[in-house]
């Protein structure tokens, strides 16, 4: 897989065929698909998420565990994430919920678009979190899943360490300045383009970079593997 420095720039870039698809390959052998025929529905392989993951250089391996953060494609699409920001809008926000580290958010289970929330995750990232890690998808369940929104009055969210086994987080809008999520052991922040998934073990360090201007709001969801 190869380093995500900030998304991008990449090290290398090499076009290639990866069978039906055309791809990109990236320094340490990994592969971004930029056209493919594979399915966007359905259990991700290991397979799958190595030529559809870009590997955030965060280096962490401890007794060959895979310990790094990885950008993963979804089918999550421009309107329907509106569609979300909309719903948690007119629910409201609170900053309640997380005492050691506070967000403002809002719970996806209260909001009416919670069912189309959870079936998406189920198809898309979870199973990608398992593909990616080697997991097995019936094993891993949500703990916890909200919208969060940042801005000039809550613009980031300190260094910490997540009280899950995986985490992800899904950018629903762009057009704000700042923002993405900062590894501690990368030196740079990371910010997934809508559409993308950053994914990541719970106990890797890392923080909300603050959001300089604009609004940023993104999808979190803490993932309990038993």
């Known amino acids: 897989m190869s380093a995500l420095a900030a998304a991008r720039p990449l090290l290398r870039e090499e076009t290639i065929t990866v069978g039906a698809s055309i791809g990109v390959a990236l320094s340490g052998g990994g592969v971004l698909v930029v056209d493919r025929a594979e399915p966007k529905y359905g259990a991700k392989p290991r397979a799958w998420c190595a030529q559809h993951a870009r590997a955030a250089n965060t280096d962490q391996c401890w007794r060959g565990v895979d310990r790094r953060a990885y950008v993963v494609e979804t089918t999550l699409d421009r309107a329907v994430a509106k569609r979300w920001i909309a719903a948690a809008e007119a629910h409201g926000w609170t900053t309640m919920r997380h005492h050691r580290h506070p967000t403002r958010d809002v719970p996806v289970s209260l909001l009416d678009v919670g069912a189309a929330v959870f079936e998406f995750l189920e198809r898309d990232v979870i199973s990608a979190v398992a593909g990616v890690y080697g997991l097995d998808a019936k094993r891993l369940s949500l703990n916890d899943c909200f919208l969060v929104k940042y801005d000039r009055d809550h613009p980031g969210l300190e260094t910490h360490v997540d009280g899950s086994e995986y985490s992800f987080s899904l950018p629903l809008n762009d057009g704000f300045s700042g923002g993405g999520t900062f590894f501690e052991n990368l030196g740079s922040s990371?910010?997934?383009?809508?559409?993308?998934?950053?994914?990541?073990?719970?106990?890797?360090?890392?923080?909300?970079?603050?959001v300089v201007h604009g609004v940023r709001y993104v999808l979190v969801g803490f993932l309990r593997y038993k």
Do not use: N
């Open 190 to 210: 990371v910010r997934p383009r809508v559409g993308e998934a950053l994914v990541h073990p719970g106990d890797l360090r890392h923080g909300g970079a603050p």
